[in-house]
């Protein structure tokens, strides 16, 4: 099974920061990779697939890169309305979430 | 309007069964894979299982391998699961969640449920 591997759990951050959230998988997964927002009491919300393709309606400030094993999902100018978990979740084998990353309000 | 709506929900004993219903509007169900998700309270995301557009394929964890079955019915808009042997470990909110693009099984999941809850407990 692939494993998926999140850093950090947390992060503090300030509306303005460029914030950035890592995702490393056990074994190659191509670009097989998609990043989800979930806010308390919500479902997730799809931003990037195929590790770098924003999802239609997703503000353009949001950012997906990598291959292989290592991914970043980068917030540009954060605002409000981001403070929430982050999850990334590859669809090479099987389908696995990584275990979140909260970013909330330094 | 594109949206999932889970039900079927509630409080069951170990041991006893449950089945879980997803039904799609706004769009044809009968042309995506369809997941099941779970998040236990306080945790994160775990993927349950996959159906294909035409229920010909379906995948499911290890933690519910041999004891939850995914299936359609592709005339009513619905995706079920079956769940059964239930354990307190299964206790979670359970998405339904579609595959990004049509007839394929690998790309993002890009309509949600709002979830229903399960709770495991005697």
């Known amino acids: 099974d692939i494993q998926m591997t999140q850093s950090p759990s947390t992060l503090s951050a300030s509306v303005g920061d460029r914030v950035t959230i890592t995702c490393r998988a056990s074994?190659?997964?191509?670009?097989?990779l998609a990043w989800y927002q979930q806010k308390p009491g919500k479902a997730p919300k799809l931003l990037i697939y195929?590790?770098?393709s924003l999802q239609g309606g997703v503000p353009s400030r949001f950012s997906g890169s990598g291959s292989g094993t290592e991914f970043t999902l980068t917030i540009s100018g954060l605002q409000p309305d981001d403070f929430a978990t982050y999850y990334c979740?590859?669809?090479?084998?099987?389908?696995?979430f990584g275990q979140g990353t909260k970013v909330e309000i330094k | 309007q594109v949206q999932l709506v889970e039900s079927g929900g509630g409080v069951v004993q170990p041991g006893k069964s449950l089945r879980l219903s997803c039904t799609a509007s706004?769009?044809?169900?009968?042309?995506?894979?369809i997941h099941w998700v779970r998040q236990a309270p306080g945790k994160g995301l775990e993927w349950v299982s996959i159906?294909?557009?035409?229920?010909?394929?379906?995948y499911y964890a290890d933690s519910v391998k041999g004891r939850f079955t995914i299936s359609r019915d592709n005339s009513k808009n619905t995706l079920y699961l079956q769940m059964n042997s239930l354990r307190p470990e299964d206790t979670a909110v359970y998405y339904c969640?579609?595959?990004?693009?049509?007839?394929?099984?690998?790309?993002?999941?890009?309509?949600w449920g709002q979830g229903t809850t399960v709770t495991v407990s005697s």
């Open positions: 706004g769009f044809t169900l009968g042309t995506y894979a």
């Open positions: 969640a579609r595959v990004g693009q049509q007839l394929v099984f690998y790309y993002g999941m890009d309509v």
């Open positions: 074994q190659s997964i191509s670009s097989w």
């Open positions: 195929k590790a770098s």
């Open positions: 979740q590859q669809y090479n084998s099987l389908w696995t």
């Open positions: 159906i294909s557009y035409d229920g010909s394929n379906k």
